[in-house]
């Protein structure tokens, strides 16, 4: 003991808070790339700032969410925290979390379009570097000329597109791949049955004739053998950039690895759903740097600085080039280079008919009780009504329980 | 002062900086996490909680759900603890025997042990996959013994079942490790002397291989239960956090899912007490049964 106990506690660094700025990010590899340029930059702009320790920990999106949860509660952890706006409601009701307008003058976030900021009971809860995290149609181009505008199209396509090559009763080559598991995927369609998850009190309005629309929809291209009887995200990744289907249906942050996959690709909006004469709704998102409750105040002017740096107009529009993401920040969106992007068109076509994604933290039962019956569906256990009313009795329990 | 008494306190002296490690990282959290049992801590009481009973601990068994899942993770835990004695058992029996290249057999019968957990269990997920798994594909193979391919995460029991198969692949080793270091500490004398008298294979196993094991294997079976019982990796990841619909769940995915997706730490906190008075009074079973043999 008496040998271990010094080994172990000189082996552990002493970690001064009051001179070190943190970041706690799950960013995907190339926006961790840029952070990692961004950073580099805001060290040379900010000489000022030279004695501070400025890092970033990388965690994945449920850890980032549960470490930040604890470290809070310790009234320790980073400086910033960054990921998508809605883990932002649940930080924010514990208490977790600084209202922006504390840290940087108005005039820092006037500088956003105000429809992409985290705002709960009126504070500002972050600042967003991008917007959209939308899923969007994205075409192969060696399978089909022309992306289809509506759903009657697009399903003659779907149809020429799935063959069995090889007659073994599989099909080798499908018209369409995409997430038959996370009820993220069911959203558009809801949305293009004219449906939301939720009213303005944050009610769960799943029980109704457009979730059961949506889910007649999607169980009907599996039924019909459009899409692969069992997908996840890495099978319809796989198969997609093996050329092996006509479209997915995928994000931002895919697209660039299909390019580099080879593939010609075309991206568009979900198409009209031709009965209703809607659009499919994705969801959308900001991706925001929020700030924790209990930074050191020997760190905050530095943080404050990062805080406006990661997220000014420079970055912004560095960001939209290279990742194909769209601005938050008015101004950069303006830019020549961005407003004549034709991926950054496409993006903008399908956000322009997306709604933004709830940031209350009653979205989190919102998403467990739409899997069960979205699963239960596309497996073919549930009716469309009866998992659309499943949904709804979850959501309701589930929300009920949360606040107990 | 006596020398009996001096060598007492000087005992106490090295004991003390375990004490208090224990106290710290076990005693602490544990009355800390029965404390948080009866407080509304959640989300919405995260700063704020205050004390509120025993209504988890009631709301607990009034949940439609608690007893089907608390059935299910005694039967995860059974089957699993039989596939890992009996397969851990027998090919330890068999690698204790003169065959030429033991020890290549030894070496790849303790791979899964060896492959870290989680990787594991995402392969077997990927292998379950009803179009590409390997699991399908050499059903579709075996087509003329009537097995098709199975949607393995489509219905409630083929993706428990799914994890069961996986957690046997990865628990065997564990057994068999043990049973073989056992094995090799039974005196030969034994068999001999037995084998004089008359007695057959079966025999000196039930009579000599199996009572001599039990010292070995008994803790064994008791580290087996708690671990199975309270496997998380395995399930949650199989069957990506529950599938089909979140009807996979064992009670510790469940205790899991209720912390740190739903916010609801008191809540868990008092399933987490449920869960440990199970394995005590399972522990109490098994040390009166072991107990029980020694007498004779």
Redesign the interface.
Same mark, same amino acid.
């Given at each position: 003991?008496a040998l271990v106990l010094p080994l172990v506690l000189g082996s552990c660094g002493r970690i001064d808070r009051s001179r070190s700025v943190v970041v706690w990010e799950q960013m995907d590899p190339k926006e961790q790339e840029q952070f990692d340029l961004h950073l580099a930059a805001f060290r040379l702009a900010h000489p000022e700032f030279a004695e501070f320790d400025i890092h970033r920990v990388h965690y994945r999106t449920?850890d980032l969410?549960?470490q930040y949860?604890t470290a809070a509660?310790a009234y320790g952890g980073p400086n910033l925290v960054y990921g998508p706006a809605d883990q932002i409601g649940?930080f924010s009701?514990?208490?977790?979390l600084l209202p922006v307008e504390e840290l940087l003058p108005r005039t820092e976030i006037d500088r956003f379009d105000p429809v992409t900021l985290p705002i709960l009971d009126g504070h500002v809860y972050g600042l967003p570097d991008q917007v959209g995290n939308h899923l969007t149609l994205v075409a192969n181009l060696a399978l089909v000329d022309e992306v289809a505008a509506d759903t009657d199209t697009w399903l003659e396509q779907l149809r020429e597109t799935t063959l069995d090559t090889d007659g073994d009763g599989?099909a080798d080559q499908y018209g369409l791949v995409f997430n038959l598991?996370e009820p993220f995927w069911l959203i558009p369609w809801l949305g293009g049955y004219g449906g939301w998850v939720m009213n303005d009190q944050a009610q769960p309005t799943l029980d109704t004739p457009a979730m059961v629309g949506a889910l007649d929809f999607l169980s009907g291209l599996k039924q019909e053998g459009l899409v692969?009887?069992?997908?996840?995200y890495p099978?319809a990744d796989t198969i997609f950039k093996e050329g092996r289907a006509a479209y997915i249906v995928n994000g931002p942050w895919s697209w660039e690895a299909y390019r580099e996959a080879g593939l010609e690709i075309a991206l568009a909006p979900l198409p009209m759903v031709t009965s209703t004469g809607l659009w499919p709704s994705p969801m959308t998102a900001a991706k925001c740097y929020s700030v924790n409750r209990y930074l050191d105040p020997e760190t905050r002017e530095c943080t404050a600085a990062l805080l406006a740096w990661l997220t000014s107009t420079e970055v912004q529009v560095e960001l939209a080039m290279t990742l194909s993401v769209l601005p938050a920040d008015r101004e950069a969106r303006l830019r020549p280079e961005i407003q004549s992007d034709p991926t950054l068109d496409a993006s903008r076509a399908q956000i322009e008919k997306g709604r933004l994604m709830p940031i209350v933290?009653e979205m989190?039962?919102m998403w467990?009780a739409m899997?069960?019956?979205y699963?239960?569906v596309m497996?073919?256990?549930l009716t469309s009504s009866e998992a659309a009313r499943r949904m709804q009795t979850k959501a309701v329990g589930?929300i009920e329980?949360?606040?107990? | 002062m006596s020398l009996q008494r001096r060598e007492t306190k000087l005992a106490f002296w090295f004991l003390l900086?375990?004490a208090v490690v224990l106290l710290g990282v076990v005693a602490y959290p544990f009355f800390f996490n029965v404390y948080i049992s009866l407080t509304?801590w959640?989300?919405?009481h995260?700063?704020d909680p205050h004390l509120i009973g025993l209504?988890?601990y009631l709301?607990l068994f009034a949940e439609s759900d608690f007893w089907m899942i608390f059935g299910k993770t005694f039967l995860w835990t059974a089957v699993n603890l039989v596939f890992h004695f009996t397969l851990g058992l027998g090919a330890a029996l068999l690698l204790n025997r003169k065959l030429p290249g033991r020890s290549i057999y030894r070496a790849l019968l303790i791979l899964p042990w060896a492959v870290p957990q989680y990787i594991s269990a995402l392969t077997w997920r990927g292998m379950f996959?009803?179009? +590409?798994g390997a699991v399908n594909l050499i059903l579709a193979k075996l087509g003329w013994l009537g097995l098709g391919p199975l949607?393995w995460?489509?219905?409630e029991w083929s993706a428990f079942s799914a994890a069961v198969i996986t957690n046997i692949w990865l628990g065997f080793p564990f057994i068999m490790v043990i049973a073989l270091g056992g094995l090799q500490s039974i005196p030969q004398e034994l068999y001999e002397a037995a084998r004089i008298d008359g007695a057959g294979p079966v025999r000196r196993f039930f009579s000599i291989t199996l009572p001599m094991l039990k010292p070995v294997l008994m803790p064994a079976l008791i580290l087996g239960t708690i671990w199975t019982f309270n496997n998380l990796n395995v399930i949650w990841l199989v069957t990506?956090q529950g599938?089909?619909?979140?009807?996979s769940h064992i009670l510790v995915t469940y205790v899991y899912k209720a912390a740190?997706? +739903? +916010?609801?730490y008191? +809540?868990a906190a008092a399933f987490s007490v449920f869960i440990f008075l199970v394995l005590l009074l399972i522990v109490q079973g098994y040390n009166k049964a072991a107990k029980a043999g020694e007498a004779y």
């Open positions: 003991m449920e969410r549960t949860q509660l649940p009701i514990m208490g977790l599989r598991l692969p009887r069992e997908c996840d099978l933290p989190r039962a467990d899997r069960p019956g699963q239960g497996n073919g256990d589930d329980r949360m606040r107990e | 900086p375990v509304n959640n989300m919405f995260f700063r209504r988890h709301r996959n009803s179009e +590409y949607s995460f489509g219905g990506d599938l089909p619909a979140d009807k740190f997706f +739903y +916010y609801r008191g +809540y």
